[in-house]
């Protein structure tokens, strides 16, 4: 039986095994073929997903949010109005988030300037307890 080991697979798409077992458990990967010892061997179709899957979570999809695409990805035509709406979804949250870490940095150098211009106390600690 042709197909790379789970630790072939590992190395060429930078997961380790215990995550391709466990994308297979949760159904992010269908049954993987195994050798006639039971060991996985996956083709080029578990490669593709799984590169999916790595392209979906640098978009900061979820597991469950991958999930979906996955099975929409089957049908994209006909799911499109889908996709973009759990994309649109997704967007609102990372720019929420960037708001979040903007706010953060400003505060944070607010915090560190208070310190550079102080000479008793830590301003950084005070900052934190108010």
């Known amino acids: 039986m042709a197909g ?29 073929a195994r050798d006639p010892g039971g060991r996985r ?13 790595q392209r979906a979570q640098r978009c900061n999809f979820s597991l469950k949010e991958i999930g979906q695409l996955l099975k929409l990805r089957s ?10 709406r759990l994309t649109e ?16 940095q400003r505060e944070l150098e607010l915090l560190l300037n208070l310190c550079h211009g102080s000479e008793e106390g830590c301003p950084i600690i005070e900052g934190l307890e108010s």
């Open 4 to 32: 790379l080991s789970i630790g072939e697979t590992a190395q060429r798409t930078g997961l380790s095994a215990d995550t391709l077992r466990y994308y297979e458990k949760i159904g992010l990967l269908p049954r993987v």
């Open 41 to 53: 061997r996956y083709d080029e179709r578990d490669l593709s997903r799984l590169r999916f899957i």
């Open 89 to 104: 979804r997704k967007l609102a949250e990372v720019k929420a988030q960037m708001a979040d870490l903007d706010h953060l």
């Open 75 to 84: 049908a994209a035509d006909a799911s499109r109005p889908q996709v973009q």
